[in-house]
């Protein structure tokens, strides 16, 4: 047992040095401390939304000074700093709110009426967080639409192609409000590939996606008849060339704007296998992100890394971000679902396994995510648990939480994606 907990204490510091290690406040003031910004005199005007945008608010006001800075964030609930000069608004995540409308367009008007340089923070979950229907669309039907799509399966992109098209901020929306220039953005990237149209729904960055795109995501997923009445008029009339598009690049309002990607998950990543090594591990960095299907992604992950771990004194290290689809009625989220879909394969071996938001929020619990290793199928079948069957249910929450290998570590305030680790147990341990 004294072994177990060690390697579980092992994992909870190769965790923890990743999410140090993206760190908002920190990254944005080492940024802006070597930015002109910071020798200038001038008042510097803030906005943003996102998990992280009260934190890399704060780092604007340490690097630039509270008297210089002002302006707005919106963030979810649980995720707020005491702030001095920049002002703080609280709305719904992952399903926007009324309070999102609101806070979106006093954003909105702060921006529009700012006299010289402006800093937008942007981060995980400004999706829903940064809020203004495109009218004729409603927020109860916006917020109808997102939960299919979260439901479907579709992938963040195709999730954001939609959402950018039933919004007037996301797609480079709010670039359009904000009339002074120069506009930089800052972006903490909880996307594969770092591509910042996609970071928040790129409220300041061009877009390339269509409404077609978006008609084609609906399609795809079999929805396009389950999406409220007024939301399908208003894509099938954009796709036609009805509507106004959301902002392309090389439009005159894209110009004088410059997207700065501050953290990653590889900067993530990258601490995570330095403390392993720290640790006497001998760390085994994934470069390929780990995505797709939840319990196909986990299952292959560990095929790929199970011969240079198993029983070796060997920490295998990806990130990514994966899909689950709902088919059951159970609670849980794709960390604690990639742990249960390698409980049955872990069964007797001698891998131990944390995958874990680096936000500290997995789906709509209270957990960031699980551990998993060879005894978890043991220990389920003494207290009458099946790890097949709360699969089949999409009830990995109640799973762990019944073992007590859920982890639960509250917000952390950033947000780079998803962190999968996995120890070797040596016999000797």
Known sequence: MEGARSVRDDLLRIFQAAVDAVEPNALVRSWLEHHPLSGSRGYVRVGGAGKAAARMAAGCEAALGAAR???????????????????????????????????????CEILAAANGPALCLVS????????????????AEKTAVNRLLLASGAD????????????????????????????????????????????????????????????????????????????????????????????????PSAAGAETVIVGSNRIALTAAAE??????YV????????????????????????????????????????????VGSGRGGRNQEF??????????GAIAVLSAGTDGIDGPTDAAGAFVDGQTCARAAAAGLTPSAALVANDSYAFFDRLGDLLRCGPTGTN??????????????
Request: aromatic share 2%; proline share 8%; charged share 20%.
């Open 156 to 251: 963040i992109g195709e999730v954001n192609a939609v959402r950018k098209h039933l919004s007037g901020v996301k797609g480079g929306g709010l670039l359009r409000r904000t009339r002074t220039r120069p506009v930089v953005t800052l972006a903490l990237s909880d996307v594969v590939g770092d591509d910042p149209s996609t970071i928040g729904s790129g409220p300041t960055t061009p877009d390339s996606s269509t409404f077609a795109d978006a008609l084609a995501v609906l399609r795809k997923y079999d929805i396009v008849e389950r999406v409220p009445p007024t939301v399908r008029s208003l894509i099938e009339r954009g796709a036609k060339g009805g509507v106004a598009e959301t902002l392309k690049p090389g439009e």
């Open 275 to 280: 403390e392993a090594r720290r640790l006497g």
């Open 124 to 139: 995980g979950g400004a999706s829903s967080l940064l809020c203004e229907p495109r009218p004729p669309v409603s927020l």
């Open 339 to 348: 742990a249960l879909a390698l409980a049955e394969p872990l069964a007797g």
């Open 283 to 326: 760390p085994r960095l994934d470069p390929r992100p780990v995505v797709g299907d939840t319990a196909v992604a986990a299952r292959r992950w560990l095929a790929d890394m199970r011969s240079e771990v198993d029983g070796q004194r060997v920490c295998a290290i990806a990130g990514g971000e994966t899909t689950v689809t709902l």
């Open 416 to 429: 780079v994606m998803d962190i999968k680790l996995a120890l070797g147990l040596p016999s000797s341990s």
């Open 69 to 107: 800075v002002g302006g707005l964030v919106i963030v979810p609930d649980g995720c707020q700093v005491p702030l001095a000069s920049v002002a703080l608004r609280l709305a719904g995540h992952p399903l926007p709110d009324q309070r999102g409308v609101a806070a979106t367009a006093e954003l």
